[in-house]
């Protein structure tokens, strides 16, 4: 079965500034997907990025970007200028392929951006 | 994309009742979820759909049932309800890239 670590809690950063948020994952697949989500404090839980595994180019939207390393089973997300609104849940989710796998999500990391 | 919408939004009940929370997506997607997170912790996969006619139950027991008899509709109903459900349920569709389309969730306490 795969299983999704995220090993910190709790972090936070000021604004403007660039923070890391770790996550691990294992798996015996070779193909997959691994997705970021984002929670905001209420509200609803919205895809951050996506990484398809059969890619070397990490992905990157606009301030949030991926270190995909898939020999070490990490995949790290990266957001830099810190707003604000980036104060939420993160969680970091696998999907293995082909179409009848179900999602396996992290226990997520609460980022908290200080003014 | 997909709209998905749940509801009730929020609800209040006493131990022992029969409810159904609803879930709807309006793109037609085959992949539906429900997950079960208590505010601000990790989710835990209930159950899941692949399309009409089929459900799976996920990790978590939850003592609920679901049905999919439409591709667009994936009630989850709890035949009677205990205070330990007392949690924020959420409805998820597959998209065609297999990401996630969470529904806003219903918050769910049972007294």
């Known amino acids: 079965a795969q299983t999704v670590t995220q090993s910190q809690p709790e972090m936070s950063v000021q604004e403007a500034e660039t923070v890391t948020l770790s996550c691990t994952y294992d798996t015996s697949e070779s193909n997959y997907y691994l997705f970021w989500y984002k929670q905001p404090p209420s509200r609803q839980m919205i895809l951050v990025i996506r990484?398809?595994?059969?890619?070397?180019q990490n992905a990157t939207e606009n301030r949030f970007s991926v270190n995909f390393q898939k020999a070490a089973k990490s995949f790290s997300l990266k957001i830099s200028d810190s707003q604000l609104g980036d104060t939420a849940m993160y969680f970091c989710?696998?999907?293995?392929?082909?179409?009848?796998?179900?999602?396996?999500f992290g226990p997520g990391t609460r980022l908290s951006v200080l003014p | 994309e997909a709209d998905i919408y749940q509801t009730p939004r929020y609800l209040v009940i006493g131990t022992g009742k029969k409810i159904t929370l609803e879930c709807s997506q309006t793109m037609g997607h085959d992949k539906m979820y429900w997950y079960q997170q208590d505010p601000g912790m990790e989710l835990h996969l209930i159950h899941y759909?692949?399309?009409?006619?089929?459900?799976e139950k996920g990790d978590l027991s939850s003592e609920s049932t679901v049905s999919r008899i439409r591709t667009e509709h994936f009630p989850l109903t709890l035949e009677s309800a205990r205070p330990s459900h007392t949690s924020q349920y959420l409805c998820?569709?597959?998209?065609?890239?297999?990401?996630?389309?969470f529904g806003p969730g219903t918050r769910l306490t049972v007294l």
């Open positions: 990484q398809e595994a059969y890619k070397q």
């Open positions: 998820v569709a597959g998209g065609l890239y297999n990401e996630q389309f």
């Open positions: 989710a696998f999907m293995s392929l082909p179409y009848g796998q179900n999602f396996v």
């Open positions: 759909s692949y399309g009409v006619n089929s459900t």
